[in-house]
């Protein structure tokens, strides 16, 4: 029963590591600046990975092992946005400009909110 229980507690965060991985990759794709960039890549990266040591910490055969995956997390937890950190500080120091919308997207939003009807939600 408890084996079950465990077998399940790692599968489902497996999968979340899955979705998590997969939202950020899309992230990286879609999202339009530099930074909105490295903040999914960073933020995919520290969950998915943290969802994986969360379902090996679910399947560690010991307490020795258990232990050990736990230290890792704490090393990653404070490694990984550190390393973002540092790579969103090089691009603001090095005048990467974060991203604006062109004036002919303001422009287009501001008519899409102009020739909303206020009830109609089509």
């Known amino acids: 029963m ?7 507690v790692a599968c489902f965060a497996f ?12 992230g990286l794709f879609r999202f339009p600046g530099p930074y909105s ?10 969950t998915a990975v943290f969802s994986i040591f969360i379902g090996s910490l679910a399947l560690a055969p010991d307490w020795a092992m258990a232990g050990r995956i736990i230290v890792i997390c704490l090393f990653f937890l404070i490694s990984s946005p550190t390393g ?18 062109t004036a002919q997207k303001r422009t287009a939003d ?12 089509a």
Do not use: Y
Request: hydrophobic share 45%; with cysteine.
């Open 37 to 46: 960039r490295l903040q999914a890549g960073s933020l995919c990266g520290t």
């Open 15 to 26: 999968m979340s590591a899955l979705v998590f991985g997969t939202a950020g990759i899309i």
């Open 2 to 8: 408890i084996e079950t229980a465990r077998e399940i």
């Open 84 to 101: 973002s950190h540092i790579v969103a500080r090089f691009a603001w120091k090095s005048d990467i400009a974060p991203w604006k919308p």
């Open 110 to 121: 501001a008519k899409r909110q102009r020739n909303v009807i206020p009830g109609d939600h």
